[in-house]
Nanobody, 115 residues
Framework: VQLQASGGGLVQAGGSLRLSCAAS????????MGWYRQAPGDQRELVAS???????DYAESVAGRFTISKGSGVNTVYLQMYNLKPEDTAVYYC??????????WGQGTLVTVSS
């Protein structure tokens, strides 16, 4: 199983970015996908996730600004980020959890928000 993440970059405060993550491979059943992030010196935190049935969860710090959604492709997820703030600066990691509760991770994509 491989996760390919993309879409990070540099943006000014108040701007928007969209992250993409696509899982490839075979022999697994994904039940949850989402994004964690980790800023320098901080612990990794859950940003948003989406279950197979479509239920979404968000960190309090991003609720109302970020939207997670599933793509038309199988095992693809997007994170649309609006009104970005400098404190959103972090490496964002895509993850996928299978039916056996095993987690797979993408390589991380850097989001930098300048003030």
């Amino acid at each position: 199983v491989q996760l390919q993440a993309s879409g990070g970059g540099l943006v000014q405060a108040g701007g928007s970015l969209r992250l993409s993550c696509a899982a490839s491979g075979s022999g697994f059943n994904i039940v949850r996908m989402g994004w964690y992030r980790q800023a320098p010196g901080d612990q990794r935190e859950l940003v948003a996730s989406i279950l197979g049935g479509g239920r979404t969860d968000y960190a309090e710090s991003v609720a109302g600004r970020f939207t997670i959604s599933k793509g038309s492709g199988v095992n693809t997820v997007y994170l649309q980020m609006y009104n970005l703030k400098p404190e959103d600066t972090a490496v964002y990691y895509c993850f996928a959890r299978n039916i056996k509760l095993r987690d797979y991770w993408g390589q991380g994509t850097l989001v930098t928000v300048s003030s």
